[in-house]
């Protein structure tokens, strides 16, 4: 079970660091994405790493203001943001697709593409921009 941690209020112009865990199990040979969504709007993918390949895919509405990356054991991905803004406020979600016998690219261009048939989603975590 996936999990996103690490959201809270934070002031204009701070930081936040996202962490997105399943329990401690390998994130190997899958492609984690992340998501915000906002009430009353849909979700909006992230960033994605694909682990088997460690590349980065990102939709970036952000503006170059986040960042992913993973640990070295492969079991949690972060999702850093700088220069929060008050439109940054949402439920920050984290997800889950196995690139074993699929190509990683286009897995992660599905999960952004389609995100409702993805099968492993993290609870969310509140981030509040706010002064």
């Known amino acids: 079970q996936l999990q996103a941690y690490g959201g809270g209020l934070v002031q204009p112009g701070g930081s936040l660091k996202l962490a997105c865990a399943g329990s401690g199990r390998t994130l190997d040979s899958y492609a984690i994405a992340w998501f915000r969504q906002t009430p009353g709007k849909d979700l909006e993918g992230i960033s994605a790493?694909?682990?088997?390949?460690?590349?980065?895919w990102s939709r970036d509405p952000l503006k170059g203001r986040s960042t992913v990356s993973i640990d070295a054991a492969k079991t949690t991905v972060y999702l850093r943001m700088i220069n929060l803004r008050p439109e940054d406020t949402a439920v920050y979600y984290c997800?889950?697709?196995?690139?074993?016998?699929?190509?990683?690219?286009?897995?992660?261009?599905?999960?952004?593409?389609?995100?409702?048939?993805?099968?492993?989603w993290g609870k969310g975590t509140q981030v509040t921009v706010s002064s």
């Open positions: 790493i694909t682990t088997s390949d460690m590349m980065v």
């Open positions: 997800a889950a697709e196995t690139t074993i016998g699929r190509d990683p690219a286009i897995t992660a261009a599905i999960m952004f593409r389609v995100p409702n048939a993805i099968g492993s």
